[in-house]
């Protein structure tokens, strides 16, 4: 539990913690390589592939109510109360399922924070992106140390053209001077290995690297809400568009479990 404790206080400080062998056993190692296998092969309507020209980006989400390996993971109590010691987090709800794969010399992602993406806010939301591959540097993800902290949430950015999607008077352009400012705390990179996982607050300033092999890169990110999470309408075009299914957005309401379920699963 120590380790776990420690791997906390570097999540709280700096916004992104590397948990090393977060997948102990083969098992679960089999769950998040067959829970992207799975839409892979059954990609959902959200489902994407970009590519520029030299490798493609494929990218799936909100896959968990069909794919039973997301399933799976997230009735498993023992893998569910770890999540919650890392996160320091008494209850932990689930958002969404995010199914990333990069080809050979796919292009980066551009800087960004999730919060904006997303219509819940609040301090302790966080995402575990966990990789089924071996990662270099210069194929991983970087993050802008501490920037949850700053108070500042931007506009989000296309994947595919890096443009800002939208616009909502409460969130701000992040161009090349904020991210130097953002950044002033240094930038934290992880070589990893299957297995592995990042936490990091989904305010948390962070970009993709581009694939640097001849290799593709996966990984399953897990998206949830914390104790403190409200709803919120300082978000352009909400991933996934729960809003488009029924849920209402009103601002400061407490999350619904029928779109949010409590964790574990029954």
């Keep these: ?11 709280e400080k700096n916004g992104v913690a590397l948990i090393k062998n977060f997948c102990s056993s083969e098992y679960l190692l089999k769950l998040v390589k067959k829970s992207i296998e799975f839409s892979l092969n059954n990609p959902s309507p959200f489902a994407k592939k970009i590519n520029n020209g030299n490798g493609d980006f494929f990218y799936d989400y909100w896959t968990y109510k069909r794919n039973n390996s997301i399933k799976e993971l997230l009735k498993s109590e023992d893998f569910i109360n770890k999540i919650k010691s890392i996160s320091g987090n008494k209850k932990l709800n689930f958002f969404h399922d995010h199914i990333l794969v990069k080809y050979n010399s796919a292009p980066d992602t551009p ?3 999730d ?7 609040g301090k302790k939301n966080f995402s575990i992106w966990i990789t089924t591959d071996h990662i270099q540097e210069n194929s991983s993800l970087a993050f802008c140390r501490k920037s949850h902290l700053s108070g ?8 595919e053209n890096k443009q800002i999607i939208g616009n909502n008077d409460f969130l701000k352009e992040l161009n090349n001077e904020i991210i130097y400012e953002e950044a002033a705390s240094g930038i934290e990179i992880y070589n990893m290995k299957p297995g592995d996982a990042i936490i990091f607050n989904n305010k948390t300033i962070h970009k993709s690297m581009p694939s640097a092999s001849d290799k593709s ?3 399953l990110s897990l998206r949830f809400i914390g104790d403190d999470a409200f709803i919120t309408k300082k978000y352009v075009n909400a991933t996934p568009p729960f809003d488009k299914f ?3 957005v009103e601002e400061g309401a407490k999350p619904d479990i029928k779109w949010f379920p409590e964790l574990p699963l029954s």
Excluded: T
Aim: aromatic share 20%; net charge positive; proline share 6%.
């Design 1 to 11: 539990m120590s380790n776990l404790n420690s791997i906390r206080e570097k999540f």
């Design 111 to 113: 800087w960004h924070q």
């Design 115 to 121: 919060r904006p993406y997303y219509f819940v806010d």
């Design 152 to 159: 500042n949430e931007y506009l989000p950015v296309s994947f």
């Design 217 to 219: 890169r996966s990984a």
């Design 246 to 248: 029924g849920m209402k």
